[in-house]
C-alpha cells in the first residue's frame, strides 16, 4: 500500500498535465489526495525537492513551494535530517455513496398546491431592471453591514404601501425588513417570548407547521377553531393565550373573511388580556369583488403586528417580507434579525423600493389579479359542473378555494387516488392543528389555483371529480 | 369634540380633492383616519349615503361603496332602521413623537473598523450583469419555494470553488447555503446542541458576539486562549468543550494563522472528544505571500464544518454564505434553514453561481488583491515610521492587522483620544471574550485596511501615532 518514494519515484501518485493549469497547483492537489486517501500513509518520507523537481521535469522552485503550503497546512511535516515527511493526521476522509438519480415521476395534470403564485408571469425582467438600477442608486456606504431593520428607504416604502393598499397606519419606523413570512414570524414570537407571553393561538384548520416555530419560540402553540365569520374570538377568550397568529382577510386554507363584528371582538380580546394579534396578511391584494378588506393593524396598531412578504405577489425566490409592530416590539424584533443573519441584501431591499415606487409593482398587482380572476372563473364553473353548485367557498380573494366534498366523502381516498391520476392537491385534514384530526369537519379540498393554468384547472377538476366517484369524464 | 354629522354636514372631516386620485379612497381614508383619532367617536351616526353624496358632489355608489368598505373593515357597523354608526374600538392609534434627525457627525479622517471589504470596489456591474443573466437562466420551477439547503447549482459551485481555492474536500451535498456567515452559524450551533453537544470553545480574543449567538442555540460558550501560534490547543482540551469555533487561516483580531502542528493537535482533539471543529473561513483568499492555506476542513472532513460567505470578498450587502459540513449534520442546518427563514433568495443564489463560474468573481478577487496589497504595504511603511519597527503583526493575510502598542500605553486612551481626532480604530479589548478582560494582555489596536484608501491610512496611521503619544505629525 505504502509507495516506496525512495526508490519507486512519485508516478504511481503523481501525473502532471501540462495543459492543466499550474504544475505547482496541480503537484499539491495530487499530494493532498493521496494523503487524505492514505495511499501516502504517515511517517512515509517524501523524496527530496531536487529529485522530484527532475522526476517530473518541473523546477525545483515548484516542489519547494508545494512542500511549503502542504506543511502550512499539515498535510505533511519536516525535521531537520529527516526531510519532509507525511504527518499523522487523525480521521480522513468520510468517502459517501453517490447520490442515487430519482425516478421520473408521473406527468403532472394539474398541481393545486396550496400558496404558490403564478411562477410563469414572475416580473423578471422588472427585476432585472429594479437590481441594475439599485446598484446605481445605493450609496457606497450602504453596501456595508446595513441597519439590521432593513434599508429606510424600504421601510418608507412598505410602510406606505400599506397605508395606501392595505388600509394601515403603520410608519417606517415600525417596520423590519425581513426574508419572507416565516422568518418575520420566528423573530416576532421570540420577542413576544421576552416580553412573557407563553401561550399562542393559532387557527384550526390554519397555515401548516406554525405549531413548531411557535414551539422553537419557546411558545405554547394553542388551536382555536375556525368558523363560517373565520376565527372562533369567544374560543380564543376560553384558551388562556395571549397572543393569536391568523390569517383575517382570506383565511388560510378555508378562505373566509373575518367579520367585522369578530374584528372588533379580536381588539377588545386584546386589549382584555393585554394581548397581541399577528396578522399573516399573506394574498389580501387579490380581491376580486370589491377593494381588499383593510388590514386589522389599521384598526389598533398598539396591538397587532402585521406580516407581509413578496412571496405571493411577486414571487418566493426574492425572498423579501416585513413586520410592521408597535413600537414596543420593534426592538426587539432587530436584534433577533441582527443576531440571527444581519438582515437581508441591501441591493434586493432597494431594488423591491425601486419597484414599488415606479409604479411596477402595482402593474404587475393589476396585471396578475386578471390572470387569477380569470382562474377563478374557470374553478367556479368547472366545479359547479363536476360537483353540482354552492360547494366552492373562499373564492372572494386570493389564490386558493375551499371545494366541500359531499357527506362520507373520504379525503384521503380522493386525495390519494388523484396523485395516481396526476392531480395533487391536499385535503382540509392537511391543515389541522396536530391532534385535532379527530375533531371531524366536512371533507374539503384545498384548491390552489396560482400556479395553475385554465387548461389545467378544468383538467385538474375533471379528474379530481372522477376521484371522488362523480364520473363527470364523459363530458369533453 | 362630537362632529354632529345630521345637522352640521361632514365638511369638518372630509374634503375631497378632485385631482388626488378616485373620490370614494379619499373618502374611506378620510373617514377611517377621523375613526381612528376619535373625531368621530364610538356610536355616532354617519349621515346617509344619499346626504353624503349631496354634499360631497359625488354619486351616491361612492358612498355606498365606502361605507361598505369601512364595515367590512370593522370601522362602522350598520343596524336596520339605525343607518350606519362609528364602532366602538378598543385601543386606538398609537401616536409617537417624529424620529429626531441625528445631529451632524464629525468628519471622518479614517475608518480602521474591522471587517469591512473595500465597499467602493464591489462590483455591481458584474453582480447586475449576473442577476440578469440569472433571470433567464433559472428555470421557472425554481423560482417557487426552493429547497432551503440552497440551488443545487450553487451547492456545486461552492464547493468546486472550496476545493479549488481552499483546498477543501466537500462535496455539493454537503453544502447549505445561507445568508452569510452569521446565519450559518445560528444554524450549525442549534444542529450541535441537537446532537449533544453542550459545551463550545470560542478563541480569546476571538470575533465579537459569538457567545450570545452561542447562547441562543442553548451552548455553553468558554474561552480559550489564542497566542503566536493561534488557538492553545491544549488549554482547548482543558476546556471540556466538544465543539470549537476559530479562525484558523487568519485569526480574528490578532492576525496569526494556526500553525501546522496545531492544526493536526486540533484535529486529533477532536477525534478523542468525538468533537466539532467550526472553521470560520472569512479572508483566507486574501493572502499576499503565497497561496492561502488551506481549509482545515481538507485536512479531517468527517470533524471540520467550514463557514464561509461573500461578506468579504463582494460585499456584505450580498447576503449569501454557506456551510460545508460532514453527512450527519447537514439534514439539521437545512432544517433550521427550513424552519427559521426558507432559504436565501433563488435568483442571488444563481446569480453567485453564475458569477463564479463566469470567472468575473476570481477576477474580483485578482483585482482585490492587489488593492489591499498595496494598502497593506502602505499600513507597514507607515506604522514602522510612527511607531518603530516590529509592531505590526498579522499582515501575511487578510484585510487587518494588530498594532502592539508600546507596553504601559493605554488602549482604551488611544482608541478614544483618536476617535475624537476622526479614527475610528478599536482596541484588542474589543475582542476580550466577555468577563477575560481582567487577564492583562500587551495593549494593541485592530486595524481594518479593507475600506480605507492609502492616503486615509497614511493619515489615519498619524493621528493614531499622535493619540498615542508619539508625535509624527511634524512629518510631513
Not at 416604502?157 to 419572507?180: F, I, L, M, P, Q
Not at 397555515?207 to 368558523?227: K, M, N, S, Y
Not at 392543528?433 to 385554465?454: D, I, K, Y
Amino acid at each position: 500500500m505504502a509507495v516506496d518514494w525512495a526508490r519507486g519515484g512519485p508516478d504511481l501518485l503523481v501525473a502532471l498535465d501540462r495543459g492543466a493549469g499550474p504544475l505547482g497547483i496541480q503537484l499539491q492537489d495530487q499530494l493532498r489526495t493521496a494523503i487524505r486517501d492514505r495511499r501516502l500513509g504517515a511517517g512515509e518520507r517524501l523524496p527530496s525537492t531536487r529529485r522530484l523537481a527532475d522526476l517530473l521535469g518541473v523546477s525545483r522552485s515548484t516542489v519547494v513551494d508545494a512542500y511549503e503550503q502542504l506543511l502550512a497546512e499539515g498535510y505533511v511535516e519536516s525535521t531537520v535530517g529527516s526531510g519532509t515527511r507525511v504527518a499523522a493526521i487523525p480521521g480522513g476522509l468520510t468517502l459517501r455513496a453517490p447520490g442515487v438519480a430519482s425516478s421520473p415521476s408521473r406527468p403532472i395534470v394539474a398541481d393545486f398546491e396550496y400558496g404558490i403564485p403564478d411562477l410563469g408571469s414572475a416580473p423578471l425582467t422588472d427585476w432585472s431592471w429594479a437590481v441594475s438600477e439599485a446598484t446605481r442608486a445605493l450609496p457606497t456606504a450602504e453596501l456595508g453591514d446595513a441597519d439590521p431593520a432593513g434599508s429606510p428607504h424600504l421601510r418608507e416604502v412598505v410602510t406606505a404601501y400599506h397605508r395606501r393598499v392595505r388600509s394601515g397606519c403603520a410608519v417606517a419606523e415600525d417596520a423590519v425588513v425581513v426574508s419572507g413570512f416565516r422568518q418575520g414570524l420566528a423573530f416576532t414570537l421570540a420577542t413576544l417570548a421576552q416580553h412573557g407571553i407563553r401561550r399562542i393561538a393559532l387557527e384550526d384548520p390554519g397555515p401548516r407547521e406554525h405549531d413548531l416555530i411557535a414551539r422553537r419560540a419557546c411558545l405554547d402553540p394553542v388551536p382555536v377553531p375556525v368558523d363560517d365569520g373565520g376565527l372562533d374570538v369567544d374560543r380564543l377568550h376560553a384558551s388562556g393565550a395571549r397572543a393569536v397568529l391568523l390569517t383575517p382577510a382570506h383565511q388560510c386554507p378555508t378562505g373566509v373573511a373575518l367579520g367585522p363584528t369578530r374584528r372588533r371582538d379580536l381588539i377588545a380580546w386584546a386589549d382584555e388580556v393585554d394581548g397581541v394579534i399577528l396578522e399573516d396578511d399573506y394574498d389580501a391584494e387579490f380581491r376580486y369583488d370589491r377593494q381588499p378588506v383593510g388590514s386589522l393593524q389599521g384598526l389598533n396598531p398598539g396591538r397587532v403586528i402585521a406580516l407581509g412578504s413578496v412571496s405571493k405577489t411577486l414571487t418566493p425566490a426574492m425572498r423579501l417580507g416585513w413586520v410592521l409592530a408597535p413600537p414596543r416590539f420593534v426592538p426587539g424584533i432587530v436584534e433577533e434579525q441582527r443576531l440571527s443573519s444581519r438582515g437581508t441584501p441591501a441591493l434586493d431591499q432597494e431594488a423591491l423600493a425601486l419597484l414599488m415606487e415606479s409604479g411596477r409593482y402595482d402593474r404587475h398587482l393589476r396585471r396578475m389579479r386578471e390572470i387569477y380572476r380569470a382562474r377563478r372563473d374557470v374553478l367556479a364553473v368547472e366545479v359547479e359542473h363536476a360537483f353540482g353548485p354552492g360547494r366552492l367557498h373562499g373564492l372572494a380573494a386570493g389564490c386558493h378555494a375551499l371545494l366541500r366534498l359531499p357527506d362520507g366523502t373520504s379525503e384521503h381516498t380522493v386525495v390519494t387516488t388523484a396523485a395516481a391520476m396526476g392531480v395533487r392537491v391536499n385535503g382540509l385534514a392537511h391543515y389541522r392543528f396536530p391532534g385535532m384530526e379527530t375533531e371531524p369537519r366536512p371533507p374539503a379540498l384545498v384548491l390552489g389555483f396560482g400556479n395553475v393554468s385554465e387548461s389545467q384547472i378544468r383538467e385538474g377538476i375533471r379528474t379530481l371529480a372522477r376521484s371522488a366517484g362523480h364520473g363527470g369524464s364523459d363530458r369533453a
